[in-house]
């Protein structure tokens, strides 16, 4: 994978994200936004829960250690000490791809109880952007409520849905889309991503 763009913040510093990985189905959404992540020389810091673990061994042919490799910095989901903990570490926001609804639901009520979130309380403290893969369905009142509040806080709740406009070849173009749209959230736009114009240039008209 090789691409152009090298994202930096106002100053000249490089650009920073948190990443999380929780037990949802779905760890390929975390792996690819890692490579793609690596691949523009972004610096990133990964948490991945105990049943992300799991999760990634199972859907995937990667091992923790392949993931590990694909972050500038790794932390134990149990180090609650880490930089990532803290208000003054200086990041530009998290994303949590999968983010499970036991997650949400602890990010939601400020339980902190883990690394991850207490990374995702702190992303919401400093007003920092806190973007959400959230994988589940069908959806009950809890879950909705608790999306719904997040938003509130200044979350953006962006499940991983696929879509069809862009006539995907495969499997890796549907996760693909998802990342690139995950990572528009971070004014990250990387050329392979396939846009939107209108139904006539889609079509190849005017």
């Known amino acids: ?75 134990s989901h149990k180090d609650q000490a880490a930089a990532i903990s803290s208000g003054s570490f200086e990041t530009d926001g998290m994303i949590i791809a999968p983010c499970s609804m036991k997650s949400l639901a602890s990010i939601r009520t400020g339980m902190a109880d883990n690394l991850l979130t207490r990374a995702a309380d702190v992303i919401l403290k400093e007003r920092k952007k806190l973007v959400l893969l959230t994988r589940e369905t069908p959806l009950s009142q809890i879950h909705l409520e608790n999306m719904l509040a997040l938003t509130k806080m200044g979350s953006v709740i962006l499940p991983p849905m696929p879509a069809f406009y862009n006539k995907p070849a495969d499997m890796d173009e549907l996760i693909d889309h998802i990342v690139f749209r995950t990572l528009d959230q971070f004014g990250i736009r990387l050329p392979e991503a396939k846009r939107w114009y209108g139904i006539e240039k889609q079509k190849g008209g005017i």
């Not at 690596?38 to 990964?46: D, F, G, R, S, Y």
């Open 1 to 75: 994978m090789v691409l152009t763009p090298y994202f930096k913040r106002k100053g000249g510093f490089n650009m920073k994200l948190v990443i999380g990985m929780t037990g949802a189905t779905g760890a390929i959404f975390g792996i690819r936004l890692l490579e793609y992540l690596k691949a523009a020389e972004i610096e990133t810091h990964l948490v991945v829960s105990p049943w992300a673990n799991v999760t990634i061994t199972h859907e995937t042919d990667y091992t923790l250690k392949d993931v590990e490799k694909l972050a500038s910095y790794t932390y």
